[in-house]
């Protein structure tokens, strides 16, 4: 069983930055993979990003390459998200989830955490 935790969303204007912070519970963190998913109103929850186990590798949906950044901290039960030049097209809860595996498909990933607004304006 896995908990997670997100935290670091807001407000922010467009062409800013945002750091997301996923602390996950238990002591089995590193043996899940870790992602990002994001559900903007009216819309299905959809891919953003993942990282492997050990984080030495990293998936980012198209529409966020260049811009965000994945990451993780296995000693700190941690797993982040660098967002830069934020767009409005960004606005979203952001859901950390966990599995054994990465997948871009929502359904597939066994935990998640309750999400963190991030409202970018333009």
């Known amino acids: 069983q896995v908990q997670l935790v997100e935290s670091g969303g807001g407000l922010v204007q467009a062409g800013g930055s945002l750091r997301l912070s996923c602390a996950a519970s238990?002591?089995?963190?590193?043996?899940?993979?870790m992602g990002w998913f994001r559900q903007a109103p009216g819309k299905e929850r959809e891919f953003a990003a993942g990282?492997?186990?050990?984080?030495?590798?990293?998936y980012l949906a198209d529409s966020v390459k260049g811009r965000f950044t994945i990451s993780r901290d296995n000693a700190k039960n941690t797993v982040y998200l660098q967002m830069n030049s934020l767009k409005a097209e960004d606005t979203a809860v952001y859901y950390c989830?966990?599995?054994?595996?990465?997948?871009?498909?929502?359904?597939?990933?066994?935990?998640w955490g309750q999400g963190t607004q991030v409202t970018v304006s333009s």
């Open positions: 989830a966990a599995d054994r595996i990465i997948s871009r498909v929502a359904g597939t990933w066994d935990y």
């Open positions: 238990g002591r089995t963190f590193s043996s899940y993979a």
């Open positions: 990282i492997s186990t050990s984080g030495g590798s990293t």
